[in-house]
């Protein structure tokens, strides 16, 4: 089972299937979502309409942790299993986790103006976020740092799973610390802290923000594994013109 | 023990003292990661004239004072201690009567806190107009502020 997944071609053909579905559902949630957020959802009695900010940023906040996560997993596998997959995967995330990231740090920058009369402060919280933005740009430039896979693959790794710690950093920071961001309302023991009607639109762009988040990781694997072919093909002609030459 | 396992103890034990050693600085320096100090904090531990800090906590009931050129006095309280502050200039929107604001600034002679800065602080409840009025006739309103419009 595990041999048979680690294995690039079956990821071809059964990605290759799959995507379209997952596209199309991507597309279908993400016009709920985005009706839900800015019609059907009431406007907040402190916030008013600036609430509908956070119908993106909570969601973009949420795919640049998973993302990372997702590239720690893939860290160690490819460390300690060397799994064939594992590296294209994490590179295949970098990108995307340092989109979702940039998207939560402008579109909270956008929301604190009004709500807090600033668009930046340098509390635990909004620092955590910005080092994580920065260790996926580190990981972004290591990958091109290093011409072959399999070296930068491992170098790249070990970042990974030191950038890691601060993914915890993130989560409790507004617990830790006091901040000038408000605590968790969503996930926390005592239960969210926002009412149904603007649960639910949130619920929505998250589930569609993860099907974007899946569906563009899926295809950057796809390219990724095709680069490579290219990669040994390129290395292969030009081994068998070199030995052509020697003859 | 084969080489996979190897691997994967040399990856737990590593990042175990990273992660300890870690934790070890942000506990150093908790002091400082905070975003603002609160009144009982100045109160215990005192706090020099003109070193700038930032002050946060909730504004207190019926101390807002407001003078011409947009000089506003107020006291901001954590429940134990409450410090005057005084500041010049615009007000976020969310300001008023128990909201939780940080302030930027020093503390006077006079014991009075000059500050150059509000920022408006926003707690992590959110629910409709309807649901927060409801909530206030009914008495259980617990934020202690009055919601936008009734005041």
Known sequence: MWTKLANPGFFMRWSGRLLPWF??????????????????????????????????????????????????????????????????????????????????????????????????????????????????????ALWRAIDDPGRAARAVSILTLVGALNLPIIRFSVDWWNTLHQPASVFRMDGPTIYPAMLYPLLVMGLAFALLAITMHAYAMRTELMRRRIRTLNILEAERLDSRAAA | MTRKQRRLTLIGVTGAV??????????????????????????????????????????????????????????????GASIEVRYQGLLPDLFREGQGVV?????????????????????????????????????????????????
């Open chain 1, 23 to 140: 596209a199309g559902a991507t597309v279908l949630v993400f016009a709920t979502g985005l009706y839900m957020s800015f019609f059907m959802a009431p406007p907040d009695y402190q916030q008013g309409e600036t609430i509908r900010i956070m119908y993106i940023h909570v969601p973009s906040a949420w795919m640049a942790l998973f993302l990372y996560t997702m590239m720690s997993i893939s860290a160690i596998g490819t460390l300690v299993w060397r799994h064939p997959l594992a590296d294209v995967s994490q590179k295949a995330a970098a990108p995307l986790g340092a989109a979702f990231t940039l998207v939560c740090l402008i579109t909270g920058a956008l929301w604190g103006k009004p709500m807090w009369g600033t668009y930046w402060v340098w509390d635990a919280r909004l620092t955590s976020v910005l080092v994580l933005f920065l260790v996926y740009a580190g990981i972004m």
């Open chain 2, 18 to 79: 990273l992660a300890i050693s870690l934790g070890l600085v942000l506990f150093a320096m908790r002091d400082t990661i905070v975003f603002f100090r609160a009144p009982s904090d100045i109160a215990a531990q005192g706090v020099d004239e003109g070193v700038r800090f930032r002050l946060g906590g909730l504004v207190e009931d019926g101390s807002i004072r407001r003078e011409t050129g947009q000089i506003h006095y107020f006291r901001v309280t954590d429940g």
């Open chain 2, 103 to 151: 302030t930027e600034g020093a503390v006077d002679g006079s014991g009075l806190f000059r500050a150059d800065t509000v920022l408006a602080r926003h707690d992590e409840n959110y629910m409709p107009r309807e649901v927060a009025d409801a909530l206030k006739a009914q008495g259980l309103w617990q934020h202690g502020d009055p919601a936008p419009g009734t005041q």
